[in-house]
Each structure stands twice: as structure tokens, then as C-alpha cells.
């Protein structure tokens, strides 16, 4: 075997070093999943696996937060990363795959320098992570796309080109024709 060094990635512990100073109340998340504690059990290779995706991860969000240009996003992308650094090596796997949904969505937008799903909102400590799908949904449902005075369709317009002369028409369309009952009404 032959000594390799490690990467940089596998040496910034910037986000763990700040959740080990949390208070211990504080600093662990408990399992959505089990209703036990599942903490208290053998260390897998899936285990090391997906705490290693999180410190890639960790690693590459680490300097998008730093060019979010709006001081809440900053503040909420460091709030949920801070909370995503609480579920430990300790936790089951199955949040671990959570926590890693959560940070993989998380830098897609942090790759876009915008903040949104339910990352427009703070994280709870006090309760344990839903899966993303479920976050997702909640979110959808309380930041419609679809709503033109939403934070969303905003930042949407503000990235689009600007143009000197004409006019620019965008159009939402949403699920909610098909499942309604206006097209039987219209025979």
C-alpha cells in the first residue's frame, strides 16, 4: 500500500470544528427514521461512505455561501449547513442519506448563488429532518411558484435579460387545470 496524502476536502472540518463548540443540547440531531436511538451502534462502510459524500459536499458549498449576495441567504444557507453538521457519524444511515439529499440540493442552489425550497426557511433543531421529497412539498405548497408576488418568480426575473425595446410575456402553467374539473365543465 502506498501513503497517499489527503485531499483538502478531506481535511476542512471549518463547518464540524463550529458544530463541536454548539452546546451539547444542541449539536445532534435525533432519527426521523427510528423511533429508537440508533446512535448506539456499529460503525458500517455505508457509514463512512456517506460521511464522506457530506465533507465533499461541505467542501464544495463552502465558498458559494461567501458569494450569496443577500445577507439572509447567507444566514440561511449557514443555518441549515450548521444543521446538517448535527447529525453526526454516529446517526443511522438512513439520515445520513437525508442529510446528504438535503446537501446535495443545497449546493445546487448554492451553484446558482440563490436560495430556495425549504431552504427559504430556517431548519428546526427541535425536530428530526423529513426526507427532501417531503420538505419539497411542503414548501412548494407555501412558496408557489406559480404566485407572481412570490420571493420565487422574483428571483426568477431578476435574472432574466433585460431588454431596451418591446415586451417580454412569461407564462405559469400548473398542474392544477388537469386535476380540476374546468375542462369537463367547458363540453
Not at 431596451?164 to 398542474?175: D, Y
Request: hydrophobic residues 35%; contains cysteine; glycine residues 4%.
Amino acid at each position: 500500500m502506498c501513503n497517499r496524502e489527503e485531499a483538502e476536502w478531506e481535511t476542512d472540518k471549518l463547518w464540524e470544528d463550529m458544530v463541536q463548540s454548539m452546546e451539547p443540547s444542541m449539536s445532534s440531531m435525533k432519527c426521523g427514521i427510528h423511533s429508537e436511538d440508533c446512535t448506539q451502534r456499529d460503525v458500517t462502510i455505508a457509514d463512512s461512505l456517506l460521511d464522506s459524500e457530506f465533507r465533499f459536499l461541505l467542501y464544495l458549498a463552502k465558498p458559494y455561501v461567501s458569494l450569496l449576495s443577500h445577507p439572509d441567504d447567507k444566514l440561511h444557507a449557514a443555518s441549515w449547513i450548521q444543521t446538517l453538521c448535527s447529525i453526526r457519524e454516529g446517526s443511522c444511515p438512513a439520515m445520513k442519506g437525508i442529510r446528504n439529499d438535503y446537501m446535495q440540493a443545497l449546493c445546487g442552489y448554492l451553484q446558482d448563488l440563490r436560495i430556495t425550497g425549504p431552504f427559504q426557511e430556517f431548519p428546526c433543531m427541535t425536530e428530526p429532518l423529513v426526507p427532501l421529497h417531503e420538505a419539497v412539498q411542503c414548501s412548494a405548497e407555501k412558496y408557489s411558484f406559480t404566485n407572481p408576488t412570490s420571493c420565487e418568480a422574483n428571483n426568477f426575473l431578476k435574472t432574466q435579460p433585460a431588454f431596451n425595446n418591446g415586451a417580454v410575456c412569461f407564462l405559469a402553467v400548473s398542474g392544477e387545470l388537469l386535476s380540476s374539473n374546468i375542462l369537463d365543465s367547458a363540453k
